[in-house]
T-cell receptor, first 115, second 112 residues
């Protein structure tokens, strides 16, 4: 157990629907990162939050949004889902916004299947 | 923009057959280069961090090295349990955020 908890582990939904993925960071970590992993693209950075504030954005679609709550857990909202959104979504956490010796600690991911 | 290229995409080895995995990178000021291992359906697991050219780190059968443009993950006498995808990532010196840019990974299969 890495200490980063993601729920649900699996999600199957239809095109056009909206889903919410949840992440609880490792105890004491203030930064949360969301990544999308597909077979052909590898791990793609979506967005970073630090202590409740958005810190950096990657290639995140306008249909996707995220937030980090006062208790530091984070949610990634995906709406108007398309078949191409099917992927593994990972949450990771770290203790600060700067470099850390261990990079990030990853959760076990949420596998999203859009049918 | 930071970029990471890993090669080969896939590698099949016989147990005991040593080899190296390559990670080429471009980054505006390297803060750190990271190697992760990922098993199917699981999240990446941290292996090493390298900070400057010439640095080396070792863990069991794995040794990571770093130059100004590349990093290598050397696997000595691999065992079937070393089969996994190995990911390389860089963190650049581009402001306050600390995102890692990942390569697509190298899938290693070790046959008994």
């Amino acid at each position: 157990d890495s200490g980063v908890t993601q729920t649900p582990k699996h999600l199957i939904t239809a095109t056009g629907q909206r889903v919410t993925l949840r992440c609880s960071p490792r105890s004491g970590d203030l930064s949360v990162y969301w990544y999308q992993q597909s077979l052909d693209q590898g791990l793609q950075f979506l967005i970073q939050y630090y202590n409740g504030e958005e810190r950096a954005k990657g290639n995140i679609l306008e249909r996707f949004s995220a937030q980090q709550f006062p208790d530091l857990h984070s949610e990634l909202n995906l709406s108007s889902l398309e078949l191409g959104d099917s992927a593994l979504y990972f949450c990771a956490s770290s203790g600060s916004t700067g470099i850390t010796n261990y990079g990030y600690t990853f959760g076990s991911g949420t596998r999203l299947t859009v049918v | 923009e930071d970029q990471v290229t890993q090669s080969p995409e896939a590698l099949r080895l016989q147990e005991g057959e040593s080899s190296s995995l390559n990670c080429s990178y471009t980054v505006s000021g390297l803060r750190g280069l990271f190697w992760y291992r990922q098993d199917p359906g699981k999240g990446p697991e941290f292996l090493f961090t390298l900070y400057s050219a010439g640095e080396e780190k070792e863990k069991e059968r794995l040794k990571a090295t770093l130059t100004k443009k590349e990093s290598f993950l050397h696997i000595t006498a691999p065992k079937p349990e070393d089969s996994a995808t190995y990911l390389c990532a860089v963190q650049g010196n581009t402001g306050a955020n600390s995102k890692l840019t990942f390569g697509k990974g190298i899938t290693l299969s070790v046959r008994p």
